[in-house]
């Protein structure tokens, strides 16, 4: 498949086959250094992988290609990760300045005129980078990434050549908490799943992957993993409410659902927009008319909490 490009910052020639930035010496202020460059193309991702072949012309310790997973063109804030920089691999966001997610190896180990096959799986807030098939680093993100378009960040002083890139998206996911019992199961079954896979997304209980026996380190893994969290906390379940308190101190989005004959909500979640329902066939009607209203703001937002 063909990509489109443009690029936002720096020197690039674009082919089918290849997207080659052209890295000079740069002057900053009184100091010299790399040219730095950013390339965007038309992809719009939010989750799944993207890859790509990378050679530098003449590696050095100013030398760095990252694949963009996120950007934000109103402030060009931008999240990727790649090779090269102040050390070997690094996963990373720049707004006005570098932080660093998660980073390793000597950079004293870059090569020359070596085919570096980069990879990055994206899944909810956990983004991994592949380096010739070997994990070199991972991290949750701190908030949950909506949907943009992708690209390159390059900065060198020689020829940066980058091929094969290619992008394939996934199904989001959301993770569903609630008690593992009837009316709730129905609730899943005839509302949840329906609304969701109408939209586009995935939807998992803990029971749909794990069975007996659930391990939290499992759980908190599906909740990292998910688009968003649909949790119904009518009954005062510990094993709920430990499920929604993690995926809001992940910033993850949650859609809060509760039966509509509950007298109060527990203090600690009664801040939080909840959606109220009657557990009857006018009643279904509406939850399900509000539970898409909400999936659909949270899969059309554009911006990072």
Not at 4 to 19: L, S, Y
Not at 140 to 159: A, E, K, W, Y
Not at 289 to 296: I, K, N
Request: aromatic share 12%; proline share 4%; glycine share 6%.
């Amino acid at each position: 498949m063909t990509y489109k490009w443009a690029a936002i910052d720096g020197r690039f020639t674009f082919t089918e086959k290849e997207v080659r930035f052209h890295g000079r010496k740069a002057k900053y202020g009184e100091e010299w250094g790399a040219a730095v460059g950013t390339a965007m193309c038309d992809q719009k991702f939010s989750g799944g992988t993207i890859s790509a072949q990378v050679v530098f012309k003449r590696a050095n310790e100013k030398s760095a290609c990252d694949i963009i997973f996120y950007r934000d063109p109103q402030t060009n804030a931008f999240l990727g990760a790649g090779i090269g920089g102040e050390v070997l691999y690094g996963i990373r966001q720049w707004f006005q300045k570098w932080n660093v997610y998660a980073s390793g190896g000597n950079l004293a180990n870059l090569e020359s005129n070596r085919a570096y096959s980069l990879q990055i799986r994206l899944r909810g807030s956990t983004i991994r980078l592949f380096v010739d098939e070997v994990e070199v680093a991972s991290a949750v993100l701190p908030f949950s990434l909506p949907q943009s378009q992708v690209g390159l960040f390059c900065r060198d002083t020689s020829d940066v050549i980058i091929s094969e890139f290619k992008v394939l998206s996934e199904v989001p996911r959301a993770f569903v908490v609630m008690q593992f019992s009837s009316p709730y199961d129905q609730l899943y079954e005839e509302v949840i799943r329906p609304v969701c896979r109408d939209l586009g997304v995935e939807a998992k209980r803990a029971d749909d992957t794990f069975g007996p026996g659930l391990i939290l380190a499992d759980v908190a893994r599906q909740i990292d993993e998910s688009k968003f969290v649909i949790a119904e906390i009518t009954p005062a379940n510990p094993n709920v409410y430990y499920e929604v308190g993690y995926a809001h101190a992940r910033s993850k989005p949650t859609i809060l659902i509760a039966d509509k004959d509950l007298e109060r909500l527990p203090f600690d979640v009664s801040p939080f927009r909840t959606l109220f329902y009657h557990n009857t066939i006018e009643g279904k009607r509406k939850v399900e008319e509000s539970l898409r209203r909400h999936v659909q703001a949270i899969l059309s937002d554009t911006a990072i909490d």
